[in-house]
């Protein structure tokens, strides 16, 4: 996990392999739990017996729930960024509607698979600047993004891509949710309609470039 993803969430970062397990644990305890029991009744106590670790050792890392949170929407973005660029380097893309299937597919996966994603993916409501202090969380991840496709975009460097992806983030943030609003696998007709929209503006703000 990059430690600039993530200033301002841990008082202490694990260095030795016996913290870097409970550290884990942790995250893993916090994502079990607010899968079950949702984001206003997450408590670090409960964290620290699920993981079967000292509430101290919690404190060590965290400075509080927060802290914890961010953490583990930090380590959501980092494992997403991962899987989008080895299926991007697997399947190199051509056009912007394969970058968007990707993208799209991928966090679709996690949020059906991975235990409290749907709660906290890479932020959490009320929580704006998990992930970077000086950005809120959806900039943050546009950023990354703009970053890890640029070379496939043509767009390194480019403001206006910039906006283009953080305007697109939205958007899919926006439908996603509502696809997983009432269907626990996702609404199949609006995830649909979230890469139908992507492909869409991304295409056009791409053509429009000199």
Known sequence: MNQDRITGT????PVQKRSAERFERLLDACAELLAEVGFGALTTK?????ADVPIGTLYQFFSDR???IGALAARNLESFL???????EREEPEDIAGIVEVMVDEFVTMR??????????FGAVGQDHVLEPTRDNNTAVAGRLSS??????GGQGDPE???AVRVALECADSVLKLAFAT???GDARLIAECKRVLNSYLGDRLSERP
């Open 10 to 13: 841990l008082r202490k970062r």
């Open 46 to 50: 409960e964290v620290a017996r699920r």
């Open 66 to 68: 927060e802290g914890l």
């Open 82 to 88: 991962a899987r989008v660029s080895g299926r991007l």
């Open 112 to 121: 059906r698979t991975i235990a409290g994603f749907g709660v906290v993916d």
């Open 148 to 153: 890890l496709t640029s070379s496939l975009t």
């Open 161 to 163: 891509f910039a906006i």
């Open 183 to 185: 269907d626990p696998q």
